[in-house]
T-cell receptor, first 113, second 112 residues
Framework: KAGVTQTPRYLIKTRGQQVTLSCSPI?????VSWYQQTPGQGLQFLFE???????NKGNFPGRFSGRQFSNSRSEMNVSTLELGDSALYLC????????????FGPGTRLLVL | DQQVKQNSPSLSVQEGRISILNCDYT??????FLWYKKYPAEGPTFLIS?????DKNEDGRFTVFLNKSAKHLSLHIVPSQPGDSAVYFC???????????FGTGTRLQVFP
């Protein structure tokens, strides 16, 4: 079974630009969660999608948005990038709930200059 | 407001000895706890979990202890091996939610 894949793996953007990150969950998984990892802050929950619906949302500004497609693939968008958005963005998939084992992708490392 | 705290950013242990990683939480509604291990350039991988109805769960060299009254959990690794060197995150989930709250992580280094 293929694991969770994320594209791109690395990205460099400048302030004010927008970015779209992609996540393909494990086949059959319907829940996709997104996290931001920064030094000192650990993994911070962004949002979780299940069957194309956002089920949960963390405490991030509206510049961070996401969506899920009918095949469970998910995208995350960050608009008007700020320097502080530089981080590793991880997505994780699970069958139906986050308390089932979540499988993480390798992450997309975003650098905002 | 950090609901899940890992107060030790790093820990160094000799191979063969016990590693104890600690995690504290503030939300009494948390009822499910997990530990993840993360190597550089890889996503976190699930290690072990525990439900609030239990106070101990064991899987091979890994044991998680939960003290609900103290809102504290710990991960014991015995014996520690160099391959255990990684960042360990604890995470918690509250009743009837589908949201995992992670701690800031503890970097474990196991030296020969």
């Amino acid at each position: 079974k293929a694991g969770v894949t994320q594209t791109p793996r690395y990205l460099i953007k400048t302030r004010g630009q927008q970015v779209t990150l992609s996540c393909s969950p494990i086949s059959g998984h319907r829940s996709v969660s997104w996290y931001q990892q920064t030094p000192g802050q650990g993994l911070q929950f962004l949002f979780e999608y299940f069957s194309e619906t956002q089920r949960n949302k963390g405490n991030f500004p509206g510049r961070f948005s996401g969506r899920q497609f009918s095949n469970s693939r998910s995208e995350m968008n960050v608009s008007t990038l700020e320097l502080g958005d530089s981080a590793l963005y991880l997505c994780a998939s699970s069958g139906s709930t986050v308390t089932e084992t979540q499988y993480f992708g390798p992450g997309t490392r975003l650098l905002v200059l | 407001d950090q609901q899940v705290k890992q107060n030790s950013p790093s820990l160094s242990v000799q191979e063969g000895r016990i590693s104890i990683l600690n995690c504290d939480y503030t939300n009494s509604m948390f009822d499910y706890f997990l530990w993840y291990k993360k190597y550089p350039a890889e996503g976190p991988t699930f290690l072990i979990s525990i439900s609030s109805i239990k106070d101990k769960n064991e899987d091979g060299r890994f044991t998680v202890f939960l003290n609900k009254s103290a809102k504290h959990l710990s991960l014991h690794i015995v014996p520690s091996q160099p391959g255990d060197s990684a960042v360990y995150f604890c995470a918690a989930s509250a009743v009837n939610t589908d949201k995992l709250i992670f701690g800031t992580g503890t970097r474990l280094q196991v030296f020969p």
